[in-house]
């Protein structure tokens, strides 16, 4: 989001009101994606913001668009758990045990009550745990939630070998049918990719 008070910074001379493609420029963050802003927005460079209004410069979350990642740790509640379960249940043999849900949702609210929310990307044994980027968190914080992910990741495959399940190869082709799963905010029911690579609840995180 982008207002006035980015354009305050740095000297008096910014004091006036800035044009929109002054404020990007004039942001630490969202100069580093200032041609993408403006060939997006080419149309209202010249936009003036009227004093507290906000423009909304990207919609997807995702690093390329300066997205900030921040722990959402305090979203977590055991309606919401029981939601995400009930989706990563519905998997084919047994439910998936390890991944990462990319979600949506209308409110803090909303998802702390397990509803109004809805699973854009599923991302298997490969992801990370994106909570630890927040920039308010020291390094070894962010080292420990990887550690842990890893540990748990490695657990389940342990259990896995010992159980009798074969090996694959990292080149073995995964092709099989997508599951479905039933919609947690209706009785619309959507197709969730993925084999069973395995889904530890992610920590919600926040996306500035």
Not at 138 to 151: H, I, K, M, T
């Amino acid at each position: 989001m982008l207002g006035q008070p980015h354009c305050h910074r740095g000297s008096s001379r910014h004091s006036s009101a800035c044009s929109l493609e002054r404020l990007i420029w004039s942001h630490s963050r969202y100069r580093m994606q200032a041609d993408l802003f403006l060939k997006r927005y080419d149309s209202e460079r010249d936009r003036v913001l009227a004093k507290g209004e906000t423009m909304r410069l990207a919609i997807a979350g995702n690093h390329c668009q300066g997205t900030m990642f921040l722990d959402g740790a305090d979203l977590i509640t055991p309606d919401f758990e029981r939601a995400v379960n009930e989706i990563a249940s519905a998997f084919e043999d047994g439910g998936l045990d390890f991944g990462r849900f990319d979600l949506r949702y209308a409110s803090d609210d909303d998802l702390k009550a397990g509803r109004g929310f809805k699973i854009i990307e599923l991302n298997g044994t490969m992801s990370e745990s994106t909570n630890l980027y927040d920039p308010e968190k020291p390094v070894w914080w962010a080292y420990g939630v990887l550690l842990r992910q890893w540990a748990t990741l490695y657990r389940i495959g342990a259990a896995r070998r010992a159980a009798g399940m074969a090996q694959r190869s990292s080149w073995t082709p995964r092709a099989r049918p997508w599951p479905r799963a039933r919609s947690i905010t209706g009785s619309r029911r959507s197709s969730l990719p993925g084999p069973r690579t395995g889904s530890s609840p992610a920590t919600p995180r926040r996306r500035r």
